[in-house]
């Protein structure tokens, strides 16, 4: 999914204050010193409650919709589903409803899963988890009320489910209680396994939850039961708007009765949790990194990162697999309908530069292609070193390499003298909208003549970068969070020419390079892990190769708490602190 | 009676218009996320009803809330933006009234000295105070306050800080507690505005005639400057309270962000940035009502001070 | 010092100077004024806005104490110095033993409380045992005392509430509430209509007599003085320019500025006829007054000496109750007069007392 807005350290406060024997500026060092280490949350402590502070509130309780990743630390912590990442491990998914791996059959195209007995539902519902309730879960996302963002996306090739709006889809099938199988019309059966860690998966009991599924639209949320071990208080009829969701104000989370350790890995040290929603983010982490028992959800301030860098290290953690940041360059129009020129800008920015304004090596690594640490292919598409493109060769960028550049896109000089004027959107607010103005320089160090415009989020994505009749020739902001570690889910929708829409478009430069998209089409039908690495490895250097985008920063996502707080971080969700392994000191 | 109702119409209308025709964020979107299909985002704007032409959208809404008093349910929680007011106005009220009578307290006196003390160091001082007081912005001060002053993160830590609020009815001590930077930071700029303006009316009213007459009689001049030079001078400073009381109630944003009181400021904001159409007119149409009943009380009260305006 | 001074005078004024620091530089506004009233009788003071008039009289109040006021002089009431009184003595004297009525009593009265309640004010400040019934029900018997009628109601009307005589008449009630020794009105009537000019006066006069009381009338018009003045002072300039009882001012005025303001109103014994003079110029500058004679730039008589010389306010010889500061000789005053009081315009005037030929052209 594209990355929401962060934010980080202008250079100034990191770079002048840190000892350069730290080599925190400038070069791309490991975690080791840069605060605290990723916690497995061995050994913790049982009680107490853990308070986390946001100034947003959550979008959505319903597993079915849910997709912002304030949202998913708060369901992973109440839903559990077929598969999951461990908090230490975003790449690899392991069993957590499900009693084992996932069984694929050789041709792809049927996944086999078998579900644990005796987890049960929270009150008032109670009963044990069956595979119907799997199935249920997966084809209300189908249903219009609920409108799930991945169903289509991810279980789109279950036989049925093309027709499906909600009712039972022939292609997910329930021999026994505890069996569930997906038939698929296309062998992407390793694809759908993985897409099982996305909360649509986590089980919904039928009977309880089809009334409220036929209210437009779907109430379940503000009823939402859960299998975790914790859940949100409920009143008698399991009502949780109102008791455990306060709208704008809280959650509240107390131990699930009905769940039980043994079938669960999790420790759940903690007895209760509480979500204070409200007030501001700058006000918020400093009661986080002064007080006690309390956890920062939002993206800390870049003064709060000063701060907890300086002052607090053991309270901070940096997430590695954060996301991407690339500049997308429109490839439909001129003048970047030419590689030669695109290749150009590539060797004439200065990444490093882009970086150190964000806070310099804390905050990320320079990015060389556009699969990032975490996810599948990430090795086999170059790893750190890189693909080998010469144009992203030096991450202070190549001058004399754009030159050469420039000379073969038809410019002798090295300089652009065409009369196109170019319209590069970005965003506002330091440090992105600092990015976006050494990207603008770079261009004008060609030679280009430049309007960039700064603006909002949703205004960048909604009204300019996704709307290709908008004809903006460059996006230096945009970037992707993937929506599990299967690569396709960072470079498909990105970078595929059948995604491109006419509005809502999510592939920015509007890629439409057929060997690219045959190869996607392949891979996407690729079975099992290894080979899926391979395939998708290949196509992050075809794509790297074609300059569209220029990928310059592999996010570090920092995260603050308090300092009696173990947090276990969800290095496959931002770093934020899972609820059922941290634990209080 | 009847205008105001008018105006209630037309205020509904117009967030009505600027919530679609002005760029703003799509609820469906928001929803759905930016890689939903287009499929998907037209299935949640049929679910919520915004797939309908515009008038008979905003047919509906009125027509729900003229004969079932129902305001709607929000796009983002499914609560009902009745009862997200109602569990929002008690912490707004308590944060304006609170900060009302702050405010006057401290301009009163500090206006009716500073006029009768003119050009001494009393003056001068507030003169100073009341600069600063309208130039510091709330949110600024908010910060400054809690960063002095918060039991959590305070450098003296004497008050309780941000997200401390707790309902009266709750626990009126910790109430009362958590409101007092809160009342302090919100009442300054008014503070500050209101003594200059009652030293200004102070001043031209002590010139008055009829303050020569007070004296003539041989009155105290404590009782000439306070029962017949403040009687005089305070009439404009009520009604502009009334009406700041009436524009507060609709929500102090950023006093309430800052120290994380759950009020209707920050419902609006909130809902704004969540595209959440239903709690955004509910907030609106609330502000807009308190407004036009604080112009009423403030028409009755005027007239209820000055005797001059009965006759007219 | 007029006759009824010395002896028996509740109200003596003794060579009052007041003096305003402004940025432009010291105001003299009023520049060594004497004079004594006596019980039951009325002291008419007649001048130009900007003779000193006002000022005169509430300096006499203790109204005009201020950083940037000089005063000097004496002002005895009952043989005691007002102007040398603590502030707290002063306050218990105001509104009790002397008191004062003010010109416009729309704006006089406090426009937002209740009438009876500042007269009930006046009473209890002055007599701190009364009750706010008691002060009430005395308010409603001074409103029916000054000729109010429906005093029982009139007594909570607002000041805006009640007709211009109306509302005069009420604050004469406010300040005759303590039955003062001294009442200083400064011009009470300017405000109002000629008919019911007549009432106030005639009103002022009953109650003066009723309570035996001084009372200095301050005014412009010199109808209002024929009518309710024992005496009268003319003041020009902050002086006091010609001073006699009331009826000799009107038959035989000795100065100038006097035969200006007689000639410039209608006089039902003037010739039929005869032309209004107005007197020509503006009042003098209070800062920088003009040398010598303070009228001299104005006066139609002005001779070279009258530039240099400050005539000082002097008895006439053969009356010794009139005083006149002019440097004009006597017999050439009379002649003077005498002409202009049977229509003779002041430079006809002015012909008849002229040396032939020397001094004296201006």
Same mark, same amino acid.
């Given at each position: 999914?594209?990355?929401?807005?962060? /934010?980080?350290?202008?250079? @100034?406060?990191?770079?002048?204050?840190?000892?350069?024997?730290?080599? !925190?500026?400038?070069?791309?060092?490991?975690?080791?010193?840069?605060?605290?280490?990723?916690?497995?949350?061995?050994?913790?402590?049982?009680?107490?409650?853990?308070?986390?502070?946001?100034?947003?509130?959550?979008?959505?309780?319903?597993?079915?919709?849910? =997709?912002?990743?304030?949202?998913?630390?708060v369901l992973a912590a109440t839903q559990r589903t077929l598969y999951a990442y461990k908090p230490t491990d975003p790449t690899n998914i392991s069993p957590d409803l499900a009693a084992g791996p996932p069984q694929i059959s050789p041709d792809g195209k049927t996944l086999t899963v078998k579900i644990r007995s005796g987890v049960r539902f929270s009150p008032p519902v109670n009963r044990e988890v069956t595979s119907r309730d799997v199935a249920y879960a997966i084809e209300r996302g189908f249903n219009p009320h609920v409108a799930s963002p991945y169903a289509s996306t991810y279980y789109g090739d279950v036989v049925g489910a093309d027709r499906a709006t909600g009712g039972p889809i022939a292609g997910i099938q329930t021999p026994d209680d505890h069996t569930i199988v997906f038939k698929l019309s296309r062998p992407t059966a390793s694809l759908v396994a993985q897409a099982t860690v996305l909360p649509l998966s986590a089980p919904v009991p039928p009977e309880y939850a089809k009334p409220l599924d036929a209210k437009a639209p779907s109430t379940y949320g503000n009823h939402v039961v859960a299998t975790g071990p914790y859940m949100l208080t409920a009143d008698r009829s399991g009502t949780v708007l109102g008791t455990g969701y306060v709208p704008g104000r809280s959650l509240s989370f107390v131990r699930n009765p009905n769940w039980s350790a043994t079938s669960d890995g999790r420790p759940a040290y903690v007895d209760a949790i509480q979500v204070r929603i409200g007030g501001s983010t700058t006000v918020a982490g400093r009661q986080v990194l002064a007080g006690r028992?309390?956890?920062?959800?939002?993206?800390?301030?870049?003064?709060?990162?000063?701060?907890? =860098?300086?002052?607090?290290?053991?309270?901070?953690?940096?997430?590695?697999?954060?996301?991407?940041?690339? !500049?997308?360059?429109?490839?439909?129009?001129?003048?970047?309908?030419?590689?030669?020129?695109?290749?150009?800008?590539?060797?004439?920015?200065? /990444?490093?530069?882009?970086?150190?304004?964000?806070?310099? @090596?804390?905050?990320?690594?320079?990015?060389?292609?556009?699969? =990032?640490?975490?996810?599948?292919?990430?090795?086999?598409?170059?790893?750190?070193?890189?693909?080998?493109?010469?144009?992203?060769?030096?991450?202070?960028?190549?001058?004399?390499?754009? !030159?050469? =550049?420039?000379?073969?896109?038809?410019?002798?000089?090295?300089?652009?003298?065409?009369?196109?004027?170019? %319209?590069?959107?970005?965003? @506002?607010?330091?440090?992105?909208?600092?990015?976006?103005?050494?990207?603008?320089?770079?261009? %004008?160090d060609l030679g280009f003549k430049t309007n960039l415009k700064l603006v909002d989020s949703s205004v960048m994505y909604a009204r300019f970068c996704g709307l290709p009749k908008a004809r903006v020739q460059a996006c230096p902001n945009v970037g992707w969070i993937r929506d599990f570690a299967d690569p396709q889910t960072v470079l498909d929708v990105a970078f595929n020419g059948n995604d491109i829409a006419p509005e809502n478009n999510p592939n920015w430069p509007q890629l439409n390079d057929t060997a690219i998209d045959d190869a996607m089409s392949r891979a996407e039908l690729t079975v099992g892990t290894q080979a899926r690495a391979s395939a998708w490895g290949a196509i992050d250097r075809q794509i790297t190769a074609t300059a569209a985008a220029i990928p310059w920063l592999w996010d570090r996502q920092p995260n603050i708490f308090s300092a009696d707080v173990r947090c276990v971080p969800e290095l496959w969700n931002q770093g934020h602190c899972d609820f059922a392994y941290s634990s209080l000191k | 009676m009847l205008w105001g109702i008018v105006l209630l119409a037309l205020v509904s209308l117009l967030t009505f218009v600027i919530f679609y025709v002005?760029?703003?964020?799509?609820?469906?979107?928001?929803?759905?996320?930016?890689?939903?299909s287009p499929a998907t985002l037209h299935q949640i704007r049929v679910s919520l009803g915004l797939n309908r032409p515009l008038p008979a959208q905003y047919w509906t809404y009125v027509t729900h809330l003229v004969f079932h008093a129902d305001l709607g349910y929000s796009y983002f929680s499914g609560a009902s933006v009745g009862s997200l007011l109602i569990d929002r106005l008690p912490a707004t009220i308590s944060l304006t009234l609170g900060a009302v009578v702050v405010w006057l307290l401290v301009a009163v006196p500090l206006g009716v000295i500073s006029a009768v003390r003119r050009g001494t160091w009393v003056d001068k001082l507030t003169t100073g105070g009341a600069l600063l007081g309208v130039s510091a912005p709330v949110y600024w001060l908010g910060l400054v306050a809690l960063y002095l002053f918060a039991d959590d993160i305070g450098k003296w830590p004497l008050l309780p800080g941000a997200g401390s609020y707790v309902p009266f009815t709750d626990n009126p001590g910790k109430w009362f507690a958590s409101l007092i930077l809160p009342w302090l930071v919100l009442a300054s700029t008014f503070a500050a505005v209101y003594a200059r303006l009652l030293r200004g009316n102070m001043i031209e009213v002590l010139s008055e005639d009829y303050v020569r007459t007070a004296r003539a009689k041989g009155l105290s001049e404590r009782r000439v400057v306070w029962r017949h030079g403040l009687r005089a001078a305070v009439t404009p400073l009520v009604t502009l309270a009334g009406l700041d009381i009436g524009l507060l109630l609709g929500g102090a944003v950023l006093t309430e962000t800052v120290f994380d009181i759950p009020g209707i400021g920050r419902l609006n904001y909130d809902a704004i940035i969540h595209a959440d159409y239903p709690v955004i007119q509910g907030t609106v149409l609330l502000a807009a009502c308190f407004v036009i009943v604080a112009n009423i009380v403030v028409d009755v009260g005027y007239a209820y001070l000055d005797p001059r305006v009965r006759a007219a | 010092m007029s006759a009824a001074d010395a002896a028996g005078a509740v109200l003596s004024v003794e060579d009052l100077r007041v003096g305003f620091d402004t940025r432009d530089g010291l105001v003299q506004a009023v520049d060594g004024v004497s004079f004594a009233v006596a019980p039951g009788r009325t002291l008419g003071i007649v001048g130009e806005s900007g003779s000193g008039k006002t000022v005169a009289a509430t300096t006499a109040m203790g109204l005009s104490r201020g950083p940037r006021v000089r005063v000097s002089g004496r002002v005895l009431l009952d043989g005691e110095d007002l102007l040398d009184a603590a502030p707290q003595r002063l306050r218990a004297l105001r509104g009790d033993a002397i008191a004062m009525v003010f010109q416009d009593p729309l704006s006089a009265l406090h426009p937002l409380l209740r009438v009876g309640a500042q007269i009930g004010e006046a009473v209890r400040a002055h007599r701190p045992g009364v009750s706010r019934a008691a002060a009430r029900a005395r308010a409603v018997e001074l409103l029916e005392w000054v000729a109010i009628p429906n005093a029982g109601q009139r007594v909570d009307a607002y000041p805006h509430e009640l007709s211009g005589g109306m509302r005069q008449r009420a604050m004469i009630a406010m300040a005759l509430a303590n039955e003062p020794r001294v009442l200083i009105a400064d011009e009470p009537t300017t405000a109002l209509d000629v008919t019911v000019q007549a009432q106030i006066l005639a009103l002022l006069r009953r109650l003066r007599d009723e309570l035996g009381m001084a009372m200095v009338l301050i005014t412009h018009d010199l109808g209002v003085v024929a009518e309710t003045a024992d005496e009268v002072a003319v003041m020009y300039a902050g002086r006091i320019v010609e001073q006699s009882p009331a009826g000799e001012l009107f038959a035989a005025p000795r100065h100038p500025y006097t035969w200006g303001l007689l000639r410039s109103m209608p006089r039902v014994d003037a010739p039929a006829g005869a032309a209004l003079v107005p007197i020509p110029g503006r009042p003098p500058s209070l800062i920088h007054p003009p040398s010598g004679c303070r009228f001299h730039p104005r006066c139609p008589y002005v001779r070279e000496r009258h530039r240099s010389e400050d005539p000082a306010l002097e008895p006439l010889p053969d009356a010794p109750g009139h005083r006149v500061a002019c440097l004009l000789p006597e017999a050439e005053r009379r002649v003077a007069w005498a002409r202009l009081a049977t229509g003779a315009t002041p430079a006809q005037a002015r012909a008849a007392i002229e040396p032939a030929g020397e001094e004296g052209r201006v």
């Amino acid at each position: 999914m594209p990355r929401p807005v962060k /934010r980080a350290l202008p250079l @100034a406060l990191l770079c002048t204050a840190v000892a350069t024997a730290l080599g !925190a500026c400038g070069s791309s060092g490991g975690n080791s010193g840069t605060g605290a280490t990723a916690d497995t949350g061995a050994g913790g402590h049982r009680g107490g409650t853990l308070t986390i502070l946001t100034s947003q509130d959550v979008a959505s309780l319903d597993p079915g919709s849910a =997709y912002a990743s304030l949202d998913l630390n708060v369901l992973a912590a109440t839903q559990r589903t077929l598969y999951a990442y461990k908090p230490t491990d975003p790449t690899n998914i392991s069993p957590d409803l499900a009693a084992g791996p996932p069984q694929i059959s050789p041709d792809g195209k049927t996944l086999t899963v078998k579900i644990r007995s005796g987890v049960r539902f929270s009150p008032p519902v109670n009963r044990e988890v069956t595979s119907r309730d799997v199935a249920y879960a997966i084809e209300r996302g189908f249903n219009p009320h609920v409108a799930s963002p991945y169903a289509s996306t991810y279980y789109g090739d279950v036989v049925g489910a093309d027709r499906a709006t909600g009712g039972p889809i022939a292609g997910i099938q329930t021999p026994d209680d505890h069996t569930i199988v997906f038939k698929l019309s296309r062998p992407t059966a390793s694809l759908v396994a993985q897409a099982t860690v996305l909360p649509l998966s986590a089980p919904v009991p039928p009977e309880y939850a089809k009334p409220l599924d036929a209210k437009a639209p779907s109430t379940y949320g503000n009823h939402v039961v859960a299998t975790g071990p914790y859940m949100l208080t409920a009143d008698r009829s399991g009502t949780v708007l109102g008791t455990g969701y306060v709208p704008g104000r809280s959650l509240s989370f107390v131990r699930n009765p009905n769940w039980s350790a043994t079938s669960d890995g999790r420790p759940a040290y903690v007895d209760a949790i509480q979500v204070r929603i409200g007030g501001s983010t700058t006000v918020a982490g400093r009661q986080v990194l002064a007080g006690r028992g309390l956890v920062l959800a939002d993206s800390p301030t870049p003064e709060l990162v000063k701060q907890a =860098y300086l002052h607090n290290r053991s309270q901070i953690f940096f997430s590695p697999g954060g996301g991407s940041n690339y !500049a997308a360059l429109n490839t439909t129009i001129p003048p970047f309908d030419n590689a030669n020129l695109r290749k150009a800008v590539a060797a004439e920015l200065d /990444r490093q530069q882009m970086r150190t304004v964000r806070g310099g @090596a804390v905050v990320g690594d320079i990015a060389s292609h556009f699969l =990032y640490p975490g996810v599948i292919g990430f090795e086999q598409a170059g790893g750190e070193q890189g693909t080998g493109a010469d144009f992203l060769a030096n991450p202070a960028g190549d001058r004399a390499l754009a !030159a050469r =550049y420039m000379k073969a896109a038809g410019y002798p000089s090295g300089r652009y003298t065409g009369g196109q004027m170019l %319209q590069i959107v970005g965003l @506002a607010g330091a440090p992105d909208s600092n990015d976006a103005q050494i990207f603008e320089q770079a261009l %004008q160090d060609l030679g280009f003549k430049t309007n960039l415009k700064l603006v909002d989020s949703s205004v960048m994505y909604a009204r300019f970068c996704g709307l290709p009749k908008a004809r903006v020739q460059a996006c230096p902001n945009v970037g992707w969070i993937r929506d599990f570690a299967d690569p396709q889910t960072v470079l498909d929708v990105a970078f595929n020419g059948n995604d491109i829409a006419p509005e809502n478009n999510p592939n920015w430069p509007q890629l439409n390079d057929t060997a690219i998209d045959d190869a996607m089409s392949r891979a996407e039908l690729t079975v099992g892990t290894q080979a899926r690495a391979s395939a998708w490895g290949a196509i992050d250097r075809q794509i790297t190769a074609t300059a569209a985008a220029i990928p310059w920063l592999w996010d570090r996502q920092p995260n603050i708490f308090s300092a009696d707080v173990r947090c276990v971080p969800e290095l496959w969700n931002q770093g934020h602190c899972d609820f059922a392994y941290s634990s209080l000191k | 009676m009847l205008w105001g109702i008018v105006l209630l119409a037309l205020v509904s209308l117009l967030t009505f218009v600027i919530f679609y025709v002005l760029p703003s964020a799509d609820p469906a979107q928001l929803r759905a996320g930016r890689d939903a299909s287009p499929a998907t985002l037209h299935q949640i704007r049929v679910s919520l009803g915004l797939n309908r032409p515009l008038p008979a959208q905003y047919w509906t809404y009125v027509t729900h809330l003229v004969f079932h008093a129902d305001l709607g349910y929000s796009y983002f929680s499914g609560a009902s933006v009745g009862s997200l007011l109602i569990d929002r106005l008690p912490a707004t009220i308590s944060l304006t009234l609170g900060a009302v009578v702050v405010w006057l307290l401290v301009a009163v006196p500090l206006g009716v000295i500073s006029a009768v003390r003119r050009g001494t160091w009393v003056d001068k001082l507030t003169t100073g105070g009341a600069l600063l007081g309208v130039s510091a912005p709330v949110y600024w001060l908010g910060l400054v306050a809690l960063y002095l002053f918060a039991d959590d993160i305070g450098k003296w830590p004497l008050l309780p800080g941000a997200g401390s609020y707790v309902p009266f009815t709750d626990n009126p001590g910790k109430w009362f507690a958590s409101l007092i930077l809160p009342w302090l930071v919100l009442a300054s700029t008014f503070a500050a505005v209101y003594a200059r303006l009652l030293r200004g009316n102070m001043i031209e009213v002590l010139s008055e005639d009829y303050v020569r007459t007070a004296r003539a009689k041989g009155l105290s001049e404590r009782r000439v400057v306070w029962r017949h030079g403040l009687r005089a001078a305070v009439t404009p400073l009520v009604t502009l309270a009334g009406l700041d009381i009436g524009l507060l109630l609709g929500g102090a944003v950023l006093t309430e962000t800052v120290f994380d009181i759950p009020g209707i400021g920050r419902l609006n904001y909130d809902a704004i940035i969540h595209a959440d159409y239903p709690v955004i007119q509910g907030t609106v149409l609330l502000a807009a009502c308190f407004v036009i009943v604080a112009n009423i009380v403030v028409d009755v009260g005027y007239a209820y001070l000055d005797p001059r305006v009965r006759a007219a | 010092m007029s006759a009824a001074d010395a002896a028996g005078a509740v109200l003596s004024v003794e060579d009052l100077r007041v003096g305003f620091d402004t940025r432009d530089g010291l105001v003299q506004a009023v520049d060594g004024v004497s004079f004594a009233v006596a019980p039951g009788r009325t002291l008419g003071i007649v001048g130009e806005s900007g003779s000193g008039k006002t000022v005169a009289a509430t300096t006499a109040m203790g109204l005009s104490r201020g950083p940037r006021v000089r005063v000097s002089g004496r002002v005895l009431l009952d043989g005691e110095d007002l102007l040398d009184a603590a502030p707290q003595r002063l306050r218990a004297l105001r509104g009790d033993a002397i008191a004062m009525v003010f010109q416009d009593p729309l704006s006089a009265l406090h426009p937002l409380l209740r009438v009876g309640a500042q007269i009930g004010e006046a009473v209890r400040a002055h007599r701190p045992g009364v009750s706010r019934a008691a002060a009430r029900a005395r308010a409603v018997e001074l409103l029916e005392w000054v000729a109010i009628p429906n005093a029982g109601q009139r007594v909570d009307a607002y000041p805006h509430e009640l007709s211009g005589g109306m509302r005069q008449r009420a604050m004469i009630a406010m300040a005759l509430a303590n039955e003062p020794r001294v009442l200083i009105a400064d011009e009470p009537t300017t405000a109002l209509d000629v008919t019911v000019q007549a009432q106030i006066l005639a009103l002022l006069r009953r109650l003066r007599d009723e309570l035996g009381m001084a009372m200095v009338l301050i005014t412009h018009d010199l109808g209002v003085v024929a009518e309710t003045a024992d005496e009268v002072a003319v003041m020009y300039a902050g002086r006091i320019v010609e001073q006699s009882p009331a009826g000799e001012l009107f038959a035989a005025p000795r100065h100038p500025y006097t035969w200006g303001l007689l000639r410039s109103m209608p006089r039902v014994d003037a010739p039929a006829g005869a032309a209004l003079v107005p007197i020509p110029g503006r009042p003098p500058s209070l800062i920088h007054p003009p040398s010598g004679c303070r009228f001299h730039p104005r006066c139609p008589y002005v001779r070279e000496r009258h530039r240099s010389e400050d005539p000082a306010l002097e008895p006439l010889p053969d009356a010794p109750g009139h005083r006149v500061a002019c440097l004009l000789p006597e017999a050439e005053r009379r002649v003077a007069w005498a002409r202009l009081a049977t229509g003779a315009t002041p430079a006809q005037a002015r012909a008849a007392i002229e040396p032939a030929g020397e001094e004296g052209r201006v």
